[in-house]
């Protein structure tokens, strides 16, 4: 099966910045429609905080915007968030989650990616 593989995570100070990326571990048969990033924070639900389509139309999160950028490079299937400005508050674990459709349009696929711990700490 498909894997997402995140990138980018680790330990930074408040206001400074990191990068996370996300891509499938392997070839993948199926058009990528939608990717997004998603936050969990200790004992709390998982949550959307920035989504791109195709043609690369962004959503954030209240809390995020301004701050975070999402983009994607559709040659390499690859999502990126570029997070500045990070506060405790954004200590958490980050998911990617790519959505799409095989190419005669019949099946819709999902995947998530394992994972990236984002730690704000002076």
């Known amino acids: 099966q498909v894997q997402l593989v995140e990138t980018g995570g680790g330990l930074v100070h408040p206001g400074g910045s990191l990068r996370l990326s996300c891509k499938p571990s392997?070839?993948?048969?199926?058009?990528?429609?939608?990717m997004e990033w998603y936050y969990q924070a200790p004992g709390k639900q998982r949550e959307l905080v920035a989504s791109?389509?195709?043609?690369?139309?962004?959503h954030y999160s209240e809390s995020v915007m301004g701050r975070f950028t999402i983009s994607r490079d559709n040659a390499k299937n690859t999502v990126y968030l570029q997070m500045t400005s990070l506060k405790p508050e954004d200590d958490g674990v980050y998911y990617c989650?790519?959505?799409?459709?095989?190419?005669?349009?019949?099946?819709?696929?999902?995947?998530w990616g394992q994972g990236t711990q984002v730690t704000v700490s002076s």
């Open positions: 791109i389509n195709y043609e690369g139309n962004a």
């Open positions: 392997g070839m993948i048969y199926f058009t990528i429609n939608n």
């Open positions: 989650h790519v959505d799409g459709t095989d190419p005669h349009g019949l099946d819709d696929y999902d995947y």
